[in-house]
C-alpha cells in the first residue's frame, strides 16, 4: 500500500506564493508520472500540472507562467510553486503519482488534498 501525503496549503493575499508539497511512501519501487490537480466548489477536478520520471513537465494554460512543478525522486515527492496567486486559483490541490510496485505494476494514487485559499 502506498500513502501520500500534501502539505503547504493556506490562506493567502493576491499576489502571494505558496509551496505545495506531496511525499509518497509505502511499497514502492519507482515512480512514473506525477501530478497536481485542483477543484473548486461545484466544479470538476482539473489538472494543473504534471511531470514525468524524466522531468518533462506539462501545465494548465491557466498557471503558466505562475506555477512550477518539480519533482525529488530520491524523497519520491513531487512540489508545486505557486506565484502570483489568484483568487480564481482557490481550490483544493491533490497531488497524484503512477507508481510502480516491486511486482512491476502500476498503480494510481491520489494524496489527501490541501485547501488553497486566496483572497482578493
Do not use: H
Not at 493556506?10 to 506531496?22: F, Y
Not at 513537465?57 to 515527492?77: C, L, P, Q
Amino acid at each position: 500500500q502506498v500513502q501520500l501525503v500534501e502539505s503547504g496549503g493556506g490562506l493567502v493575499q493576491a499576489g502571494g506564493s505558496l509551496r505545495l508539497s506531496c511525499a509518497a511512501s509505502g511499497s514502492i519501487f519507482s515512480i512514473n508520472a506525477m501530478g497536481w490537480y485542483r477543484q473548486a466548489p461545484g466544479k470538476q477536478r482539473e489538472l494543473v500540472a504534471s511531470i514525468s520520471s524524466e522531468g518533462s513537465t506539462n501545465y494548465a494554460d491557466f498557471v503558466k507562467g505562475r506555477f512550477t512543478i518539480s519533482r525529488d525522486n530520491a524523497k519520491n515527492m513531487v512540489y508545486l510553486q505557486m506565484n502570483s496567486l489568484k483568487p480564481e486559483d482557490t481550490a483544493v490541490y491533490y497531488c497524484k503519482m503512477l507508481v510502480v510496485s516491486i511486482t512491476s505494476k502500476v498503480y494510481q494514487y491520489w494524496g489527501q488534498g490541501t485547501q488553497v485559499t486566496v483572497s482578493s
